[in-house]
């Protein structure tokens, strides 16, 4: 064999079985091709009767930005749903059916997921090349430059990636038909609102213009913040679909546990170095409030999680002082609220050391409410998660597994942000003004941290309620604990 | 190789679609699977491929956990499904490829194996064609070459004769003789008792998910209770020979049929002879006593209620 013909074998091993099979599969369908075709006609007729509609455009000086706008809109529409559609469907139908049988090959799930995705991108990638030519084309219509054109086609491609992923993800959960139809009409909804969301940024962007701020920090600051957190996004959906398919007998928390704790760590990091540079605490607020909200979701997993190890994670518990760390990182419900609570708490101490290390970042008044809501949602994520816990072992054993769990926590959740509010609105007939009139009322409703003169109020119970729920539930967490011993040989 | 299937339960609701089976086989042995339908024959065999889990109970497969392990597992069996591959895109070089790569077949040897497996099930003519337009049997042989992609010591295959002609049926049973000479365990379930009795040396019967008999064929041919057909022809007329049946214990039935007598016996191998003795006893000139063979399908239906839960 030359070696070049090496190279190319070597090459072709290197490939995920998956991306070959799914842009063969584009390549030879006609499904691909037919949805790319039409969207390069419907461009081509955009763009023909924006022209044509606007004959005054020679003389304006804003119609490249319009038509550009026009264009974005078209692509992203038809990314934000065939491309996420097409992705999740396919993964969907190889799960449900044995028709592809993907799943009794020695395939590892990360390449699974990592196959669609990177087919899914590439595809993208080829919609996107095949609308450049539009795109870059109403850079002579004016008002506009071609660095905008790029940055923000980045930008698109950045939201599409994180779209598809949300749309594996839910093609990965092992639920049931009714409930993955639920789960795709919620990610349609954010995929609508990412649409409106890019539409607006890039028209704001292209207002405020890009180009000339390429070179400074007020472009690569909030530019780098939001490339930081679509890669978060994208890193934990990933994780979170790997764990999905992988066997219930492997240690599936332990990926996502790790992923979540370095990036948690590095967006410390970087939020501390903005927030220095800057002198202003929002980037500490926002990464805080975040970071939360995702501790705050694990809980809800953690109480869904296997209860009793199965002998292939209790082998690879270690003897030594590791241990303790391998508590919190393994799969199993109590480890699971065990990392959850301590990254919680690992959070808000994080915010109150950062703030009292510098007096200008202690000033802001937002640094105060970052410590209310990093608080205020860990307790109360505790408090639904355990009492759905209670409720689960106790009222619902019969009927439940552990595995749905999070859902018994869900309608907790519904109803005690739904239901004290109509009584509290019914109440009040008549003199209800504003949410501070029925405060008292909302004290089971996570949401409602930001009224000023219920804080303490709602600290306080959603504290005592963590705890009696937790203590409640303490022969579970003590159970566990104990069970967490290395294999014995 | 051995094959353990361990106090296997697999409960969909309240539903009992395995209900505390278990069973073993090893290398070399083709075991048929054979139950009614719903009798839990396709749970327990998506169970040993690694595609369903069981609500309790495991499988080993050369004492590797399809639960556990089912990593390590996976390399160990070629699972046929019941299902056909039907992809509208792809051709069966394609899809052979495809799976290939999935098994980590690497390099030069991924073309050299995936030649041998088409020219084995005799798909070499037909690799460019597109999946979706081939037969029936020609699909099964696809299924058939991509579960041996990766040279599995354990075969299981669900319903593989199913819904084909009977020139692929005997393809398909020259194909599974020749792979059992290889050494391969190979567990197959199948409707057509006859062929897989031709085929097996093993039987595994269930019904409504709980296992009613299991073990090799000639022991269960053996088990004592069994309703035996037993052929006579003596030197006298069948009518005398009939009357002194039908006054014996375990006799059910005895009739002439042409210048011999068939009667069925309720008993084991002692009690059929036990008969032969009374009849000489009785001074019967007997020339010829045979025992007709019970075969899967008389197996099956004496065991079987025909119940679906």
Redesign the interface.
């Known amino acids: 064999?030359t070696s070049q013909g090496g190279v190319r074998?070597?090459l072709d091993?290197w490939?995920n079985?998956?991306v070959?099979?799914e842009l063969?599969?584009a390549v030879?369908?006609?499904f691909v091709a037919a949805a790319l075709l039409l969207l390069l006609i419907i461009q081509l007729a955009a763009l023909g009767i924006y022209i044509v509609s606007n004959g005054d455009f020679v003389g304006r000086y804003d119609a490249g930005r319009y038509a550009f706008m026009f264009l974005l809109a078209i692509l992203m529409a038809i990314c934000l749903i065939f491309v996420p559609a097409y992705t999740a469907i396919r993964l969907a139908f190889e799960r449900d059916?044995?028709?592809d049988?993907?799943?009794?090959?020695?395939?590892?799930p990360s390449a699974i997921v990592w196959g669609k995705l990177f087919a899914a991108l590439t595809i993208t990638v080829l919609i996107f090349s095949a609308c450049m030519p539009f795109m870059v084309f109403t850079y002579w219509l004016r008002g506009i430059d071609l660095p905008s054109i790029f940055v923000l086609m980045m930008a698109s491609f950045l939201v599409v990636a994180v779209a598809v992923q949300l749309a594996t993800f839910v093609a990965c959960l092992p639920a049931g038909r009714v409930l993955k139809i639920l789960l795709s009409l919620l990610a349609l909804i954010l995929f609508l609102q990412a649409f409106i969301a890019t539409l607006s940024w890039s028209y704001y962007s292209l207002t405020t213009g890009i180009g000339s701020r390429l070179g400074s920090w007020t472009f690569w600051g909030p530019a780098s913040a939001v490339i930081l957190i679509a890669v978060a996004v994208l890193g934990l959906l990933f994780s979170l679909s790997v764990a999905m398919i992988k066997?219930?007998?492997a240690n599936r928390a332990l990926p996502v546990r790790l992923f979540v704790t370095g990036i948690w760590l590095v967006s410390a990091i970087a939020s501390a170095v903005i927030a220095y540079v800057q002198r202003d605490n929002t980037a500490l607020s926002v990464w805080s409030v975040l970071s939360v909200l995702v501790f705050a979701g694990a809980f809800f997993v953690a109480v869904s999680e296997r209860e009793q190890l199965?002998?292939?994670v209790v082998r690879t518990i270690p003897w030594s002082g590791l241990r303790l760390p391998a508590f919190f990182l393994f799969s199993g419900g109590a480890s699971g609220v065990a990392w959850a609570a301590l990254m919680s708490l690992l959070t808000y101490l994080a915010v109150s050391f950062l703030a009292a290390s510098s007096t200008t970042l202690k000033a802001g008044g937002s640094i105060k409410q970052s410590q209310v809501w990093v608080g205020g949602l860990a307790m109360y994520g505790l408090a639904y998660s355990m009492s759905a816990l209670l409720a689960r072992r106790y009222l619902l054993a019969r009927w439940m597994g552990p595995k749905y769990t999070w859902l018994i926590a869900l309608v907790l959740l519904a109803a005690g942000c739904v239901i004290p509010f109509l009584i509290g609105y019914l109440v009040t007939f008549g003199s209800f003004n504003r949410a501070e009139d029925i405060g008292g009322w909302l004290v089971t409703n996570p949401f409602t941290l930001g009224i000023g003169s219920y804080q303490t109020t709602y600290l306080v119970f959603a504290g005592g309620w963590a705890l009696l729920a937790s203590l409640l539930n303490a022969d579970w967490l003590i159970e566990q604990i104990k069970a967490f011993r290395p294999h014995e040989t | 190789m051995k094959i353990e299937v361990v106090h296997l339960k697999k409960h969909f609701g309240k539903t009992r679609a395995v209900d505390d089976i278990s069973f073993t086989f090893a290398a070399g042995n083709v075991v048929g699977f054979v139950g009614p339908n719903g009798a839990g024959k396709t749970t327990t065999m998506?169970i040993l491929?690694?595609?369903e889990?069981p609500t309790e109970g495991d499988a080993l497969i050369d004492g590797i956990?399809v639960?556990?392990?089912?990593?390590r597992a996976?390399?160990l069996?070629g699972?046929v499904?019941d299902?056909l591959?039907?992809?509208?895109?792809?051709?069966v070089h394609?899809y052979l490829?495809?799976?290939a790569?999935?098994?980590?077949i690497?390099?030069?040897r991924r073309p050299q194996v995936i030649e041998g497996i088409e020219e084995f099930t005799n798909l070499a003519g037909i690799r460019g064609k597109m999946l979706y337009a081939l037969s029936k049997g020609m699909k099964q042989r696809v299924s058939l070459a991509?579960a041996l992609l990766?040279d599995p010591p354990v075969l299981i295959m669900d319903e593989p004769a199913a819904g084909l002609d009977p020139r692929a049926r005997v393809e398909l049973r020259e194909l599974l003789r020749v792979l059992a000479g290889q050494g391969k365990a190979i567990l197959i379930s199948s409707h057509i008792l006859t062929e897989l009795a031709e085929i097996c040396n093993g039987a595994v019967i269930i019904e409504q998910g709980k296992l009613l008999m299991a073990g090799a064929i000639s022991d269960l041919l053996s088990t004592d209770g069994l309703r035996r057909t037993v052929m006579i022809r003596s030197l006298e007329r069948p009518e005398d020979l009939v009357r002194d049946l039908l006054e014996m214990p375990h006799v059910e039935s005895a009739s002439p049929a042409g210048g011999e007598v068939v009667l069925e016996v309720n008993g084991s191998d002692e009690v059929c002879s036990e008969i032969l003795i009374a009849l000489v006893q009785r001074g019967h000139k007997i020339v010829e006593f045979k025992q007709l063979r019970a075969g899967l399908e008389d197996i099956f239906m004496n065991l079987t209620k025909g119940d679906v839960q």
Not at chain 1, 101 to 108: A, E, G, R, S
Not at chain 2, 67 to 71: A, F, H, N, S
Not at chain 2, 85 to 91: E, G, I, Q, V
């Open positions: 064999m074998s070597r091993d490939l079985p998956i070959v099979k063969r599969q030879q369908g006609k059916t044995n028709v049988l993907l799943f009794v090959t020695t395939i590892k066997p219930v007998s199965g002998p292939r | 998506r491929a690694t595609l889990e956990s639960v556990e392990e089912p990593e996976r390399g069996v699972y499904p299902a591959p039907t992809h509208r895109d792809m051709s394609d490829d495809f799976f790569r999935a098994y980590a690497k390099g030069a991509r990766h």
